[in-house]
């Protein structure tokens, strides 16, 4: 079936050009998280899907609640500011008031499980983001 024809009004932002997922190479990139979704395996195995955006990309990292993940669970929460302990159960553990949070993420290049010959960005890594301090030079006439 055709594509049903649409009434569409674009925005000077919309018609921006942007980076495109060719442009980025492997490397350390500044993240915001923009949204969490929950989300489920084929296995049966819920989680977490975090959106990061990375210079004005979406890159997904999946957190699965089950299966041995707790370590990636633990890093993405650390690197987000808000630290979670080893050993502890945590109750009601929220992802939600990350959203907006920025840390540094790894992006690499890893092969395509359907095609081989292919391969894409992924974020391997997470670890917090600090800022530099700068020191006051004003004073050094």
């Known amino acids: 079936m055709p ?3 649409q009434t569409i009004t674009f925005s000077e932002e919309d018609l921006k050009e942007r980076a ?3 442009d980025i190479e492997e490397g350390e990139y500044e993240a915001t998280l ?6 489920q395996a084929n296995s049966g195995n819920y989680g977490w899907g975090f ?3 990375v210079k004005g990309l ?8 089950k299966g041995g993940g ?12 808000s630290p979670l302990a080893p050993g502890q159960t945590t109750a009601n553990l929220n992802p939600n008031p990350l959203v907006g949070r920025s840390c540094v993420v790894t992006l690499k290049k890893v092969p395509s499980r359907k095609d081989p010959e292919k391969s894409f960005l992924e974020i391997t890594k997470h670890v917090p983001y600090v800022k530099a301090d700068v020191p ?3 004073d050094l006439g």
């Open 3 to 5: 594509a049903t024809p």
């Open 20 to 22: 495109s997922y060719d």
């Open 34 to 39: 923009i949204d969490v979704e929950d989300i």
């Open 51 to 53: 959106k990061f955006q």
């Open 58 to 65: 979406t890159f997904t990292t999946s957190l699965w609640l």
């Open 70 to 81: 707790g370590w990636k669970i633990r890093e993405v929460f650390n690197a987000l500011g």
């Open 136 to 138: 006051d030079l004003s």
